[in-house]
C-alpha cells in the first residue's frame, strides 16, 4: 500500500514495520472491542465512553502529539491507518478519533503557546476528557463570514458571545477550540481562535442532535454567554482564526478521506460474504455477471480511493502543503463510500434494508462524509481554485 512517494528514487507502496504494527493493533482493537457494539451503541445514540478511554489507553487520542505530552508521537499516515481500521468496525467511533485528534487537539498543538499545550494536550491525549471545535454555527457553515459569534477584550480577558451548532464532542468535551469575530470590519481577517473550558461560567452544551447516521457520535450545540477568557488562551495572534482553520481542516479532511476508506471498505467486505452464501435461481449472486461487475466497481473505487488518501498522508508528514490533495481525497473518499454502501444496499437486496446486516448502518453513516469538514460543494471550490491558482 502506498505510504511514501519519492520523485528522485520511485514510488514505495510498503508500510514500515512499525506502521504495520500500528495497523494491526487498530485493526485488533476495532474488530474485537468495538464490532460487536457498534449495531447497540447506535441504537441506543450512546456515547461509548469506555471504548473510548480504551482508545486513550492506547495512544489513539493523541496519535500526533509529542511523548513529552502524553502523545504517541505519531504522523498522519499512521493517523490514516488507524482511522481507516476503526471506521470498518464503527464510523461513528473513527468520526470521534479524527475530529479528536485532527481538530482540537491538532489545534492547540499546531499554533497553541507552550503554556496552552502542557494545560490542555496531555489530557485530551490520555483521553480524560474529549476536544470539540467550534466552528459552524446555526446561520454559517460553509460561510465562514457569516460567523456571529464575537470576542470583546475587557482588559486582560475576552469577553465571548454566541452558540455553535454541529458540534463533536459538544457534550462529552470539556475543551474546545472556538472561533470567534474579534473585529467583525476586516471580514474573515477578523476572525480569531480561543482554547474555552467548561470551567469557564457560562460555557456549556444545549441541543443535542437526533441524526440520521454516526449515531454513537455525540454531536450538539455550545453555547457562549459571557464567557470570560483570558487572553493567553488566544491561539496565535489576533486575526489569524481563519488562516488556521483553513490548515487544520487541511489535515482534517486527510482523516475523513480515511474514514470514508474504511467505511467502503468494510461495506465492500459484507457484500462479498454476502454474494457468496445468498443463492438466487440456483446459484451463489457471485456468480452472476451483474454482481460481479458492481464488486469489481467497487474494488478499485477504494483503491483509487486509497492512493488518494495516503498521498495526502505522506505529503502532510513530509511538511508540503496539501490543501489541493487533501480536498480531492476527502472528496472522493467520502462520495465513494456512499455510493459503495449503496450499492451493498443492492447487494443484500431487502436484507440490506434491515438492521440485521451492517450495510444499513454503513449506508446511514457514509452521508456525513460529504457534508462535515467541507461539503463536497466546497471541495470542488477549493479543488478548482487551486488548479486555477484563482
Not at 502529539?65 to 508521537?73: H, Q, T
Not at 486527510?254 to 445468498?278: F, V
Not at 489541493?324 to 436484507?351: N, P, R, T, W
Request: net charge negative; with cysteine.
Amino acid at each position: 500500500m502506498a505510504t511514501v512517494l519519492d520523485t528522485k528514487s520511485g514510488i514505495d507502496f510498503s508500510l514500515t514495520p512499525e506502521q504495520e504494527a500500528i495497523r494491526d493493533a487498530a485493526r485488533s482493537f476495532a474488530q474485537h472491542e468495538i464490532a460487536p457494539y457498534a449495531l447497540h451503541f447506535d441504537e441506543t445514540q450512546e456515547f461509548p465512553h469506555d471504548i473510548f478511554r480504551k482508545l486513550g489507553e492506547l495512544g489513539f487520542l493523541g496519535i500526533m502529539v509529542p511523548p513529552e505530552l502524553s502523545g504517541s508521537g505519531m504522523g498522519y499516515v499512521e493517523y490514516a491507518l488507524i482511522v481507516e481500521e476503526i471506521a470498518k468496525a464503527c464510523p461513528a467511533v473513527a468520526l470521534g478519533v479524527a475530529a479528536h485528534n485532527g481538530l482540537c487537539t491538532g489545534h492547540i498543538l499546531q499554533f497553541g503557546s507552550i503554556e496552552l499545550q502542557q494545560k490542555y494536550i496531555p489530557r485530551l491525549a490520555r483521553g480524560e476528557t474529549m476536544g470539540a471545535w467550534g466552528l459552524t454555527e446555526p446561520g454559517s457553515g460553509s460561510d465562514a463570514g457569516g460567523m456571529l459569534t464575537t470576542a470583546v477584550r475587557d482588559g486582560q480577558d475576552w469577553i465571548l458571545n454566541g452558540s455553535k451548532n454541529f458540534i463533536t464532542h459538544g457534550n462529552v468535551g470539556d475543551i474546545a477550540v472556538i472561533l470567534a469575530i474579534t473585529d467583525r470590519n476586516k471580514g474573515n481577517k477578523g476572525i480569531s481562535a480561543f482554547v474555552v473550558d467548561k470551567s469557564m461560567h457560562g460555557f456549556y452544551a444545549s441541543k443535542k442532535e437526533n441524526k440520521l447516521g454516526m449515531r454513537c457520535s455525540d454531536t450538539a450545540s455550545l453555547v457562549l454567554d459571557n464567557v470570560r477568557v483570558p487572553a493567553s488562551h488566544m491561539l496565535g495572534n489576533e486575526g489569524e482564526g481563519f488562516i488556521q482553520a483553513l490548515q487544520i481542516l487541511d489535515g482534517g479532511r486527510i482523516s475523513i478521506a480515511a474514514l470514508g476508506l474504511g467505511l467502503a471498505e468494510a461495506a465492500l467486505t459484507h457484500s462479498i460474504q454476502y454474494a457468496k452464501t445468498r443463492k438466487q435461481f440456483g446459484k451463489p449472486l457471485a456468480e452472476m455477471q451483474a454482481i460481479q461487475f458492481k464488486l469489481a466497481e467497487m474494488s478499485m473505487n477504494i483503491e483509487a480511493a486509497r492512493l488518494l488518501t495516503f498521498k495526502a498522508a505522506w505529503m502532510k508528514d513530509n511538511g508540503m502543503r496539501v490543501t489541493l490533495e487533501a480536498a480531492q481525497a476527502k472528496m472522493f473518499a467520502s462520495e465513494v463510500a456512499v455510493a459503495i454502501a449503496e450499492d451493498a444496499i443492492q447487494i443484500h437486496g431487502g436484507y440490506g434494508y434491515t438492521k440485521e446486516y451492517p450495510v444499513e448502518k454503513l449506508w446511514r453513516d457514509a452521508k456525513l462524509l460529504t457534508i462535515g469538514e467541507g461539503t463536497s460543494e466546497v471541495q470542488r471550490m477549493v479543488i478548482a481554485r487551486n488548479i486555477l491558482a484563482l
